[in-house]
T-cell receptor, first 114, second 111 residues
Framework: DAGVIQSPRHEVTEMGQEVTLRCKPI?????LFWYRQTMMRGLELLIY????????DSGMPEDRFSAKMPNASFSTLKIQPSEPRDSAVYFC????????????FGNGTRLTVT | GENVEQHPSTLSVQEGDSAVIKCTYS??????FPWYKQELGKRPQLIID?????GEKKDQRIAVTLNKTAKHFSLHITETQPEDSAVYFC??????????FGAGTILRVKS
């Protein structure tokens, strides 16, 4: 089991550019979560999917952020246009849907917007 | 919705001493309480979890206790070692809903 796979590991971009983060969940997991981590705000849940359907996107900061899950093995988080305050580590995590299923995190994408 | 508070925010202990981190939650229907350890520059990893039908769970030097009446749960690390230094997060979940994390505790083990 390769675990949750995220790409890229690091992304440096200029303000105003579009950024796309990618995630492949663990095979067989049908819940997928996107988190953002900063020193100031800790681990924030941005959005999560069950069976590829977005369930709760209340954590998405604004319309510049969007997420998709076209199939069970792939999800993207897009920021357009990016701003310096978006700089953070973005984690994708997956779990089996249902009660009390442990969350498995990917290695994260460190985003720097200059 | 669920709210999880975690204390302390930082904790320094001498190697070999015990460390205790405490969390409180607001939703009495929450029934799953995992703890994650995050080393510097790495991803959070599950170290132990407890379900609401159990009051205590132990795994070697790590134990978690749950008090459902008071709505709090704690992580206990005994005989701390330098490699225990990390950020620890508690979390709470109700049914199949999203996991809500505490703000984290930075644990430093001094050798």
């Amino acid at each position: 089991d390769a675990g949750v796979i995220q790409s890229p590991r690091h992304e440096v971009t200029e303000m105003g550019q579009e950024v796309t983060l990618r995630c492949k969940p663990i095979s067989g997991h049908n819940s997928l979560f996107w988190y953002r981590q900063t020193m100031m705000r800790g681990l924030e849940l941005l959005i999560y999917f069950n069976n590829n359907v977005p369930i709760d996107d209340s954590g998405m900061p604004e319309d510049r952020f969007s997420a998709k899950m076209p199939n069970a093995s792939f999800s993207t988080l897009k920021i357009q246009p990016s701003e310096p305050r978006d700089s953070a580590v973005y984690f994708c995590a997956s779990s089996r849907r249902g009660d009390n299923s442990p969350l498995h995190f990917g290695n994260g994408t460190r985003l720097t917007v200059t | 919705g669920e709210n999880v508070e975690q204390h302390p925010s930082t904790l320094s202990v001498q190697e070999g001493d015990s460390a205790v981190i405490k969390c409180t939650y607001s939703d009495s229907a929450s029934n799953y309480f995992p703890w994650y350890k995050q080393e510097l520059g790495k991803r959070p990893q599950l170290i132990i979890d407890i379900r609401s039908n159990v009051g205590e769970k132990k795994d070697q030097r790590i134990a978690v206790t749950l008090n459902k009446t008071a709505k709090h749960f704690s992580l206990h690390i005994t005989e701390t070692q330098p490699e225990d230094s990390a950020v620890y997060f508690c979390a709470a979940q109700r049914g199949g809903n999203k996991l809500v994390f505490g703000a984290g505790t930075i644990l430093r083990v001094k050798s």
